[in-house]
């Protein structure tokens, strides 16, 4: 049964061991957030892009054809469906991407780079690059990057797409 409101609930301390992965993953997240919130501010002030509007821009122009199937492209940036509809609605609205009727199934969509999302992400993405940076590459050692790309390899469980993979000589 559920505790009655109010009532306290037992959570068993964590061994040396727990704490210091506790811990880890800790500044694990807040490193993600720190870095995402200064990435987004950085592309906000000098190209009044969003974070998540840069990446799917990215995602669009790394894809063959400069296109995805919606459903792929969700996975991509991690966004539910509707979520990333809304997000791909506002990219229309905008000309950075456009809707295609999937060729090989008619109730799937496509979502295509137009040349203003292609010319948009040119221009955005030595400010976001200098952003990774000075808040990621100058900060660790070769050694220390190629041991976090293993890491994140491992943590994804080895599904990293091909090239992100290959990168890390996996």
């Known amino acids: 049964m559920p505790a009655a409101s109010g009532a306290a609930v037992s959570v068993p301390e964590p061994g040396p061991s727990t704490a210091a992965a506790l811990n880890a993953w800790r500044l694990g997240l807040r490193a993600h957030a720190e870095i995402t919130r200064v990435l987004e501010a950085d592309l906000l002030a000098a190209h009044d892009l969003p974070l998540s509007h840069y990446d799917v821009l990215v995602q669009l122009a790394e894809a063959p054809g400069s296109q995805l199937r919606m459903s792929e492209l969700a996975e991509r940036v991690l966004l539910s469906r509707s979520g990333l509809t809304r997000l791909v609605d ?81």
């Open 90 to 170: 506002r990219l229309v609205r905008d000309g950075l991407v456009s809707r295609e009727a999937c060729p090989d199934d008619a109730r799937g969509m496509l979502a295509v780079l137009t040349p203003a999302g292609r010319d948009r992400l040119r221009e955005a993405s030595p400010v976001h690059l200098r952003g990774i940076q000075h808040r990621v590459f100058d900060r660790l050692t070769p050694t220390e990057l190629a041991q976090l790309s293993r890491i994140f390899v491992k943590l994804v469980d080895g599904s990293a797409p091909p090239s992100q993979a290959e990168a890390v000589g996996e």
